[in-house]
């Protein structure tokens, strides 16, 4: 059916505001999850909303996306141009690589450039969704209600601050909702053509909306009925733990017998100014006793540093270009100073000396007249680190056993032990051949099997019972501290030098001002993580627990070409026959990567999954079965949109409309002509349209001298038929 110019600008108002609606999707997930390009994310959701506009061919609609696709993974991720032969060869590296990794189940090696394709991706399904609800549909609620229900999830559980979103979105979501409202009433009273009279109702609707909503923004609002929901909630429902003797969260200095639940505590620690998110570093200890953390036996001296003065620790810096400064307000007296990663110096008010102790690198403020000093604020500048994946994809193994005596207290485990820990770490690592891939698949073991994060379920281990075998065979339900504290133990069960590392989460994410975000650290936000030695890069953090994200920058600069740097690894091989063999054992590798062998083991691997796909497949064609008579139809009025109309698609057409009567229960009965047929359907749907096409239909079928007909007209009523069917 040919689209008019009113249903075009109606159709366009439409795709703006769902427009608009998208990017208020698009803001949070990207700054929550530190990625850039957003504009490059942004003009591909208007690119494919124009195509749908347009109605381009799905052919040519799917090559244009394809081809942006494309130039954004080579913009983005390559330095070279789109259509070079580096580009080529950059994109089948990523191909092969990524489809290696999600064969052999290793996801965590999939690369941002794969992410990137899939999110865009699923950008596309989601404006192709989009377009059947307001084309075909004429009904956007669920896509609103959505939008409303996302953003208010992510205002209330992470960082994001979703206020003056909400607002837009329901602004916007009710005038989509109007403008649809009324084209769906259009339709049903059969007066498409006075587009006058349509929009004599919409503009009045939009204004309205718009007032309201400018009103309702600027007008003064209570405040939150409570600060932290999550605590409230489990209060009115009587889950707070009061009277069951847990202990409350917050930042401890004894951790020599963990374990136990605890109980939530939103007093405020301090808050902090800064344009990057950050985890917020006090200690480390090095000694595990099977209970705990303690600190090993050893003379460490202690450095005494003035306020703005260089201060050394054992971690990474970046680049001083990236210099940056934080802004502390402490709210509760601390003997200690906050640190964060890449910390170059700390500034203070009053003249201040900071001690820093070098073996858990803690600093504190020296004490004056033998009682302890606490700052209400001080000023950190930092510049954080990045670190080479091109570096870390050279820290082999061997490297390990060349560290001196110093790393000796990183390595300590308890003689009682038991052996089933250690064998897990190798079993976990097995298959990784650098130190950075045999922490990252630690890291990442805590995510897939079965491990629960639960402050108030968590146990303590019973006399003769290890703490981290307890949580890793018999309970799987822990805090940090359960996930840490393991990670550390399995590291140094396979020689890798980790230590345990004491402070805060990063906090809950304020308001912004002259570029800077302010973060609240509660005692809820007390954490522990861990830090792990890779040779060439030294120590690192990471974070294994589940629900936490880490704050890791890398660099991913490795080079396509691998071989100038295998040749620089291992230069003692001899230049022929050694270099001849490992090449074909890559290839005798990468086919048995690709084996069936490979894929049935994937496969069994994730069996639950593919019962639950299975069996929503299942479930889904009975659904699609039974609601057939509304879908098929649809697909029926979109095929033939795109056919010639003449006497060949006329026929088929009328008995698709027959069958489709038929679904509905208005099947010819015996004895009954068409047109008597006809004149039933007419009567049952309250139209004429039938009788007019059943008397073209009769005329092609059993008359000799065809007159001519407007096949427009004749789809104009097939469609509306249709539609009426479904109606």
């Not at 291992?570 to 063999?581: D, F, L, M, N, R």
């Not at 639950?612 to 649809?634: H, N």
């Not at 004895?671 to 039933?680: I, P, S, Y």
């Amino acid at each position: 059916m040919k689209q008019t110019v009113g249903e075009f600008l109606e159709l366009a108002v439409a795709y703006i505001i769902v427009f608009f609606i998208l990017r208020e999707w698009l803001i949070p997930i990207m700054q929550l999850t530190n990625t850039g390009g957003f504009h490059l994310f942004l003009v591909f959701i208007g690119l494919s909303l124009a195509l749908s506009l347009f109605r381009v061919h799905p052919l040519l609609s799917g090559i244009v996306k394809f081809g942006y696709i494309t130039w954004c993974i080579v913009f983005i991720y390559s330095e070279s141009p789109v259509l070079s032969g580096k580009s080529i060869s950059f994109l089948l590296t990523e191909w092969k690589g990524n489809m290696a990794a999600i064969i052999s189940g290793d996801f965590g090696l999939v690369s941002d450039a794969f992410r990137t394709v899939l999110f865009l991706v699923l950008i596309w399904m989601l404006v192709y969704l989009i377009h059947h609800w307001v084309s075909v549909r004429k009904n956007i609620f669920y896509f609103f209600a959505m939008t409303v229900f996302f953003i208010a999830t992510l205002d209330t559980f992470s960082e994001y601050n979703g206020k003056t979103a909400i607002v837009k979105v329901v602004i916007l979501g009710l005038m989509m909702t109007g403008v649809l409202f009324v084209k769906r009433l259009w339709l049903q009273v059969g007066t498409m053509s006075n587009t006058f009279g349509r929009w004599k109702i919409v503009i009045p609707m939009l204004v309205s909306v718009l007032l309201v909503g400018t009103i309702a923004f600027f007008l003064p609002k209570t405040g939150p009925t409570w600060a932290d929901p999550v605590p409230f909630i489990q209060g009115v429902t009587g889950q707070d733990g009061n009277g069951t003797g847990m202990k409350s969260v917050g930042y401890s200095q004894d951790d020599s017998q963990l374990g136990g639940p605890f109980q939530g505590d939103s007093t405020l620690i301090f808050t902090a100014s800064s344009r990057d998110r950050h985890y917020w570093r006090i200690e480390t200890k090095d000694t595990y006793t099977s209970k705990g953390w303690i600190l090993s036996e050893g003379n460490f001296g202690k450095n005494v540093y003035e306020a703005n003065a260089p201060i050394m620790t054992s971690l990474q810096v970046g680049s001083p270009e990236n210099e940056r400064q934080i802004q502390l307000d402490i709210a509760t007296s601390m003997p200690f100073l906050i640190q964060t990663y890449g910390l170059l110096s700390v500034s203070a008010q009053d003249s201040t000396l900071f001690i820093q102790d070098e073996q858990t690198e803690k600093m504190t403020i020296e004490q004056q007249n033998d009682t302890s000093t606490s700052l209400s604020g001080y000023t950190l500048t930092y510049s954080e680190p990045v670190y080479s994946m091109e570096q870390l994809q050279l820290s082999f193994p061997a490297t390990l056993e060349t560290l001196d005596s110093s790393f000796d207290r990183f390595m300590q485990l308890p003689a009682q032990l038991p052996q089933r820990v250690r064998d897990l770490a190798l079993s976990i690592t097995q298959d990784k051949t650098t130190v950075y891939d045999q922490i990252k698949a630690v890291e990442g073991y805590f995510r897939t099997n079965g491990f629960r994060y639960d402050k108030k379920q968590a146990a303590i281990p019973a006399e003769n019972q290890d703490y981290v075998d307890q949580f890793l065979f018999d309970t799987k339900v822990g805090y940090c501290d359960n996930f840490s504290t393991s990670m550390v133990v399995l590291l140094r069960s396979i020689g890798i030098p980790a230590r345990w590392v004491k402070g805060f989460a990063p906090g809950t994410a304020g308001p912004m001002s002259d570029g800077l975000r302010e973060y609240r650290i509660t005692n809820d936000n007390a954490h522990s993580w861990v830090e792990a030695y890779i040779p060439g890069t030294g120590w690192m953090e990471f974070e294994p627990t589940i629900g936490f994200s880490g704050n890791v920058n890398i660099d991913y600069d490795i080079p396509l070409d691998t071989s100038e740097q295998e040749e620089i690894v291992q230069p003692e091989q001899k230049p022929e026959q050694p270099q001849k063999q490992e090449h074909v054992s890559n290839k005798e590798q990468s086919k048995s990567m690709f084996s069936l062998d490979r894929l049935w083991t994937w496969l069994k691997k994730f069996a639950y999954v593919w019962i639950i796909v299975f069996v929503l497949l299942i479930i889904s064609g009975i659904a699609l079965y039974l609601q057939r008579k509304t879908w098929l139809p649809k697909m029926h009025v979109r095929v033939y949109r795109k056919k010639t109309a003449n006497w060949s698609t006329f026929d088929s057409s009328y008995h698709i409309l027959l069958k489709q009567l038929s679904r509905i229960g208005l099947r010819m009965r015996d004895g009954e002509t068409l047109h008597m047929f006809a004149e039933r359907v007419d009567a049952s749907l309250e139209t004429d349209q039938m009788q007019k096409l059943t008397a073209v239909y009769e005329q092609h079928v059993y008359g000799k001298d065809k007159q001519q007909v407007n096949f427009i007209k004749l789809k104009e009523s097939w469609e509306y038929l249709i539609n009426r069917t479904i109606g």
